[in-house]
């Protein structure tokens, strides 16, 4: 069998929350794999260091600056797609934040927040992707990044918790609807990974120590290890899978 089952060439994936942490791993490993790149991130200065980054890497990126949880501002980025002739292939719902907190001193806000930008705006994005992908009648890839708390909980992470498991289901929902469209759907589960959004955990004695203890592989992932998953459901590889939730997370989820 030919590895160009998972070459990327001519196909260019939009990166959600792109500029930094997972999202910028999954940029550098999908475009090593041949995809040209569209860094996100709310801000213009993050997102063109992104692109700067990558095209010193000697990847094709380029970059737009938009709110993914806003419903306006997502579709007014599409346009702009449009406009410019730029075709998505490959959809990575991964922009996502935190919030540490017990559901007893939780505000609405806060929970809110949550979950629109960890869950609604993968729908927001994933419709206009998918949208397009319908109308050019050549499917696509859609990859949601979820989380071991697709699957199960952690006291005090309530509304990333929800969003998690929320964005498992919208995998599947997405695939219902647009499978037959040759679009696919599909997740992947990162497990304790260390990234910026989880170095107070890192550092935190104790919490590693559990991390270790509770995972098989006795360690935390590093970003880089979820590019293989990412480039196996952005590519070829992966034309009837449609719905799955890959867990890159050493083991964690199954063993007691
Ligand atoms: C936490 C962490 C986790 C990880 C990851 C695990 O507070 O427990 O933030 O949520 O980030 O999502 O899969």
Same mark, same amino acid.
């Given at each position: 069998?030919?590895?160009?089952?998972?070459?990327?060439?001519?196909?260019?994936?939009?990166?959600?929350?792109?500029?930094?942490?997972?999202?910028?791993?999954?940029?550098?490993?999908?475009?090593?794999?041949?995809?040209?790149?569209?860094?996100?991130?709310?801000?213009?200065?993050?997102?063109?260091?992104?692109?700067?980054?990558?095209?010193?890497?000697?990847?094709?990126?380029?970059? $737009? !600056? +938009?709110? &993914?949880?806003? =419903? *306006? %501002?997502? /579709?007014?980025?599409?346009?702009?797609?449009?406009?410019?002739? #730029?075709?998505?292939?490959?959809?990575?719902?991964?922009?996502?934040?935190?919030?540490?907190?017990?559901?007893?001193?939780?505000?609405?806000?806060?929970?809110?927040?949550?979950?629109?930008?960890?869950?609604? $705006? !993968? +729908?927001? &994005?994933?419709? =206009? *992707? %998918?949208? /397009?992908?319908?109308?050019?009648?050549?499917?696509?890839?859609? #990859?949601?990044?979820?989380?071991?708390?697709?699957?199960?909980?952690?006291?005090?992470?309530?509304?990333?918790?929800?969003?998690?498991?929320?964005?498992?289901?919208?995998?599947?929902?997405?695939?219902?609807?647009? !499978?037959?469209?040759?679009?696919?759907?599909? %997740?992947?589960?990162?497990?304790?990974?260390?990234?910026?959004?989880?170095?107070?955990?890192?550092?935190?004695?104790?919490?590693?120590?559990?991390?270790?203890?509770?995972?098989?592989?006795?360690?935390?992932?590093?970003?880089?290890?979820?590019?293989?998953?990412?480039?196996?459901?952005?590519? !070829?590889?992966?034309?009837?899978?449609?719905?799955?939730?890959?867990?890159?997370?050493?083991?964690?989820?199954?063993?007691?």
């Amino acid at each position: 069998m030919s590895l160009s089952l998972f070459d990327l060439t001519g196909r260019t994936a939009l990166i959600t929350g792109s500029a930094r942490g997972i999202g910028m791993s999954l940029a550098e490993g999908l475009g090593a794999a041949g995809a040209r790149i569209i860094v996100n991130s709310r801000g213009d200065d993050a997102v063109q260091a992104g692109v700067e980054h990558l095209r010193g890497a000697g990847i094709d990126a380029i970059g $737009a !600056a +938009f709110d &993914v949880a806003d =419903e *306006a %501002a997502v /579709r007014a980025a599409f346009e702009r797609f449009d406009a410019d002739g #730029i075709k998505i292939d490959i959809l990575v719902n991964n922009a996502g934040i935190q919030h540490r907190q017990p559901m007893l001193e939780l505000a609405l806000a806060d929970w809110q927040r949550v979950l629109d930008t960890n869950l609604t $705006a !993968a +729908f927001l &994005v994933g419709r =206009e *992707a %998918a949208r /397009r992908m319908l109308q050019r009648g050549r499917g696509g890839k859609i #990859i949601n990044i979820g989380s071991l708390m697709s699957e199960a909980a952690r006291a005090t992470t309530a509304p990333y918790t929800v969003a998690k498991g929320g964005i498992k289901m919208l995998s599947k929902a997405m695939a219902a609807e647009w !499978a037959a469209h040759g679009i696919q759907a599909n %997740a992947i589960g990162p497990g304790y990974i260390h990234t910026d959004m989880n170095e107070k955990l890192v550092a935190d004695p104790a919490f590693d120590a559990w991390v270790k203890a509770s995972n098989p592989a006795r360690r935390w992932g590093q970003p880089q290890e979820l590019v293989g998953a990412a480039i196996f459901l952005a590519s !070829a590889a992966s034309d009837y899978i449609n719905g799955q939730i890959i867990y890159v997370d050493g083991g964690m989820l199954s063993v007691l």
